[in-house]
């Protein structure tokens, strides 16, 4: 077993001061009102796919609320084997609307601080939001720490993963940095680095079985998406949940999350089908605009000549 995780609010360093984990403040985060009575499961304008105002989760995140679970996914990407849940400080910014976002999963322990996401699709902007995230944990980490005191404040080191899942073809493991989006290149004096997993069939399968319900969680997406080519989404859903309860995937969860995992699931076949749609049609009418332009262009040169 490792040595058991370090007291975030100890202030033994001389000269220094570390970082209080507030146990009750982070995982609250930033509360936004919602009326859920007139707004919930309506139709925004212009909006293709009915959008749930009061949506908080994935199915990948209500996993991995659980501690004990988050510690095995802890363990196996940071090669560790600590085995008591209670060690792990869960930093999720829970119902924290910044930005439009919030994060999947976030946890410390001992003094390292491991920031998860999960996409179902590609987005490069992923290390500023992990920016964001970072800043608003750190934030709440040091709400009683004078950041202008002549003693230095000790944070947890962070690391950055993002879970993908998605159809489109990545590599098992890809590196994506904030630096990437400066316009400007040269110095970089603010980098933030992910990394980016691909836990499809055939990739990291070595994670995976150090994590079984990181790789059962892949096996039940790859039932419901296997079902969605031949049956409604929602048909396809409840097939994939009452099959997995019968295999022992994932049952445990699904029996005591069961409508709320097919209600979820649903929703995020919906907006990834979505995303997906406004990629094409952009592509789509790039391509339109490229071959009008070209056209007019053509023109303007036979009428000089």
């Given at each position: ?113 491991n920031l998860y996401e ?75 680095t992910v990394v980016q ?109």
């Open positions: 077993m490792e040595k058991k995780a370090k007291n975030i609010a100890t202030n033994s360093n001389k000269g220094h001061e570390t970082c209080d984990t507030p146990k009750m403040g982070i995982s609250k985060g930033i509360k936004t009102e919602i009326n859920t009575e007139t707004n919930a499961g309506k139709r925004i304008p212009e909006n293709p796919i009915p959008v749930l105002l009061n949506y908080k989760d994935t199915v990948f995140r209500m996993i991995f609320k659980d501690p004990g679970e988050l510690l095995s996914l802890y363990n196996a990407v940071n090669d560790t084997h600590y085995d008591n849940p209670e060690e792990l400080e869960v930093t999720t910014l829970e119902n924290a609307i910044y930005m439009n976002m919030k994060n999947d999963v976030s946890c410390i322990l001992d003094m390292r601080m999960h996409q179902s699709s590609i987005n490069p902007n992923i290390p500023l939001r992990d920016l964001f995230y970072t800043a608003r944990l750190y934030e709440s980490l040091i709400i009683k720490k004078d950041i202008y005191s002549s003693r230095q404040i000790m944070l947890p080191t962070p690391k950055f993963i993002t879970f993908y899942n998605g159809v489109e073809k990545q590599p098992e493991r890809r590196i994506m940095k904030l630096s990437d989006s400066y316009e400007r290149r040269g110095e970089v004096n603010l980098e933030l997993l691909n836990i499809n069939a055939g990739y990291n399968e070595e994670l995976k079985g150090d994590c079984p319900i990181l790789y059962q969680y892949m096996q039940y997406v790859e039932k419901v998406r296997a079902y969605k080519e031949t049956m409604p989404i929602e048909k396809a859903v409840r097939k994939s949940v009452d099959e997995c309860i019968a295999e022992g995937i994932l049952k445990d969860f699904l029996i005591r999350n069961k409508a709320e995992a097919v209600q979820m699931s649903i929703f995020e076949y919906d907006e990834e089908l979505h995303e997906r749609t406004l990629r094409e049609e952009g592509y789509e009418e790039g391509l339109e605009q490229g071959l009008e332009q070209g056209l007019e262009y053509g023109k303007e040169i036979n009428y000089t000549l």
